[in-house]
């Protein structure tokens, strides 16, 4: 994997999640709630494990169930209102953050496309990755 910045930020830099080594996991998803959370029409998420992280800042929460059952708790910025981070509920120790969070061109790719049956027809993922519809 090629080397990853160490800091995400919201967009007014208020809150933040320092990584420290590569993430668990690089995925993409394509399920509705996240093609809403992120405004786009798929999200790309880089798994840690939460020893990997720092999160320095204060944050808001908001929890909604997943399109798998699971729980998720979003933390984003009270002020500038971005995402910063998020934990999978059914993964203890384990924490996603939004790839853009970084905002960095030389992030590593992502490994894995989930919820692909939502997928927007005009979107093309990388053929070696893994797919699941």
Do not use: K
């Not at 992280?53 to 699971?70: F, L």
């Not at 970084?102 to 989930?114: H, M, R, V, Y």
């Amino acid at each position: 994997m090629s080397p990853i910045p160490s800091i995400a930020r919201c967009s007014c830099g208020q809150l933040q999640a320092e990584v420290t080594g590569a993430p668990l996991r690089v995925s993409v998803c394509h399920c509705r709630a996240c093609q809403r959370r992120s405004g786009n029409v798929f999200a790309t998420q880089a798994r840690f494990a939460e020893q990997q992280v720092q999160v320095s800042g204060e944050s808001s929460r908001y929890r909604r169930q997943a399109d798998s059952g699971n729980e998720v708790e979003f933390h984003f910025c009270p002020q500038c209102g971005a995402t910063v981070y998020f934990r999978l509920l059914a993964l203890p120790g384990a924490i996603a953050i939004p790839v853009g969070a970084f905002a960095d061109n030389g992030f590593a790719a992502p490994e894995l496309s989930i919820y692909e049956v939502r997928q927007h027809p005009w979107v093309r993922m990388p053929d070696d990755i893994d797919h699941h519809p």
